[in-house]
């Protein structure tokens, strides 16, 4: 591995403006950056340096307003919500507070946006320097939350010229077995302990990694958007509440499908009857059925009641979408076929 | 803020055994350690030197039962699932895939658990560095996943004698706004700053991190435990599908509640209506109604059906509990009352 770190502060950057030349900025102040440092780089400074500010009213409701405004206008998707706290999916991907718009460290008549594509940025800044004649990996920082745990750690936005993994697959340890944890999400700990020495309003937007090996520095390294994992392969990709919200909603949409045939598991079908259980009116029996043959379900289900007044079958029919919001529950398909004395319900695996 | 950081290995600890002393071997290696340096100390070793072991079976069925039975037993509450993916909280609150069981570094017929109080462990190690006259923050680290990004980064598990948050509150900065970010998770960082000079298989199992502020490190510091969030405060204390399966089943079980008495948000109710406008039968009519007096209710609607047969009515029973779904999915909390020609839904706030 390495003979060790060391993270180094760049000072003396100053104030930066829309059009400022980062990379003369940066080596201007940090003339002792040497071949094969790592620079981690405040994506403030770089949102700034590229005109990502978006012109508010510097208080009051048309403040407010339009900080909504432009949060609606970065965001792709919204994650979660609670009280003043809104989690987005940015447009690049991120998950973050307030899809990373921060009014801090400049002045109350504008926001800044996160770089339109960091790992542009992160590229720019690298050729930058390799004009200068420096071979430097670029990471482009920002402070983000997490899931769990309280407090924030500095993330990789953007990359360039380091693989943002160290990939573990195929060692062993010293025992023989293979290793399984296998994905190191290296810059995001780059990104991590450059902001140790970075501090929030101290003029350190920039921190220097010096001694990472050189093996992880290179051209062809993939950006930070390798790390992104996107809605569909994240298992937390909806806050609690808004997921235990569209399973609601799901129960109050859930269609007559035409049924796929699957199996059913017979252990999530007693899950989902004990679930429904107490919820049902003592007038319900449901027993098992033998599925319609061609209906392409697996299994059948038939609900009856003992009260067949206009009250009883409307009761009846509440516990059938009872029953089937259950089934729902546990991955099972229903088809509801109700006929005047009760309800089948065909199932099939999903 | 500081001058810059050394992140240092130290090598040559070798294979650590129940009963082991760290702080000897650790202090044997790195004699260099100094006053105000923080360590960071793999939680394997940790684990391994206090025995918290585990014997299995090398390999086959009985090794996986056996896996399965440690992981119910360091399980708190499973948070998700997929594949062979298990995420749970631990009992010390920890959120990590196989509540941190790992079999790695050890021989095949062992499994090592996390240390049962990383704090204390902590606590302990910076103990025996100041029975020995150094004053150094102690950090137990380990690998943990996270939610939205890809790879896996190094975090405290355990800490002591330096302060694990970092707090802005009350700064401003340059342009006089006061930061929005006010809570850095600074153990986290340390132990991200630590893993990039440990490695996985290189016997590196300590990092010292030389220079961070003394103000940082003192004996009154709160322990990694700080940075536990439980699940009541955490917007993603379930995965997206078990918090989905939880609203379906949830929609399943609906209670007829006596009803809070609380308003609701008339934008909430449009969007219920709207959630379930294509769900319904066309012949359910749903009708806006007055509350009935002394109920708890705050409005009420009424549905009706123009078909009366049997079947009919069955779906208008469906059809109010689908209703009653999509508006507890928007809070609002339903009373239902069917009678001879339809059902009255009471509702309320939550």
Redesign the interface.
């Known amino acids: 591995?390495?003979?060790?770190?060391?993270?180094?502060?760049v000072r003396g950057i100053g104030?930066i403006v829309a059009g400022d030349d980062l990379v003369e900025l940066i080596a201007a102040a940090a003339p002792w950056i040497a071949d094969g440092d790592v620079l981690v780089v405040t994506s403030k400074i770089v949102s700034k340096a590229e005109g990502r500010l978006v012109e508010v009213p510097a208080d009051g409701e048309a403040r407010d307003d339009a900080r909504r405004e432009v949060l609606a206008s970065e965001t792709a998707r919204v994650v979660?919500r609670?009280g003043p706290?809104t989690?987005v999916q940015t447009h690049h991907g991120?998950?973050m507070a307030a899809a990373g718009i921060?009014?801090?460290?400049?002045?109350?008549t504008h926001l800044v946006l996160l770089p339109a594509d960091p790992d542009t940025s992160a590229r720019q800044l690298r050729a930058g320097f390799r004009a200068r004649g420096l071979d430097v990996g670029v990471i482009v920082s920002d402070?983000m939350g997490?899931?769990?745990?309280?407090?924030?750690?500095?993330?990789a936005l953007g990359a360039a010229g380091i693989e943002?993994?160290r990939d573990?697959r195929g060692?062993?340890?010293?025992?023989?077995?293979?290793?399984?944890?296998t994905?190191?999400?290296?810059i995001?700990?780059?990104a991590?302990?450059g902001?140790?020495?970075?501090?929030?309003?101290?003029?350190?937007p920039v921190a220097v990694v010096r001694g990472?090996p050189r093996s992880g520095i290179r051209d062809s390294s993939d950006g930070a958007a390798?790390?992104?994992?996107d809605a569909a392969s994240?298992?937390?990709?909806?806050?609690?509440?808004?997921?235990?919200?569209?399973?609601?909603?799901?129960?109050?949409?859930?269609?007559d499908n035409a049924l796929p045939g699957l199996p059913i598991d017979p252990a999530a079908l007693e899950r989902?009857a004990a679930?429904?259980a107490?919820?049902l009116s003592p007038a319900t029996t449901v027993t098992p059925a033998e599925a319609i043959t061609g209906s392409g379900a697996t299994a059948a289900l038939h609900l009856t009641t003992r009260d067949?007044?206009?009250?009883g079958?409307?009761?009846?029919?509440?516990?059938?979408?009872?029953?089937r919001?259950?089934l729902?529950?546990?991955s099972i398909v229903t088809l509801?076929l109700?006929?005047?004395?009760g309800?089948r319900l065909e199932l099939s695996g999903h």
């Open positions: 591995m390495t003979d060790g770190l060391e993270i180094l502060p104030h979660a609670r706290t989690i991120f998950v921060d009014a801090s460290n400049v002045d109350k402070t997490r899931a769990w745990r309280n407090g924030l750690t500095d993330v943002p993994i573990h060692e062993t340890d010293p025992y023989g077995n293979e290793l399984e944890i994905q190191m999400a290296v995001d700990e780059l991590a302990a902001e140790l020495v970075k501090g929030k309003c101290d003029q350190v990472y390798v790390l992104l994992r994240d298992m937390f990709s909806l806050g609690t509440a808004e997921a235990r919200a569209l399973g609601l909603r799901e129960a109050a949409q859930l269609p989902a679930a429904v107490d919820a067949m007044t206009p009250i079958l409307m009761r009846l029919g509440a516990d059938a979408h009872r029953l919001a259950a729902a529950a546990e509801s109700p006929h005047d004395d309800i």
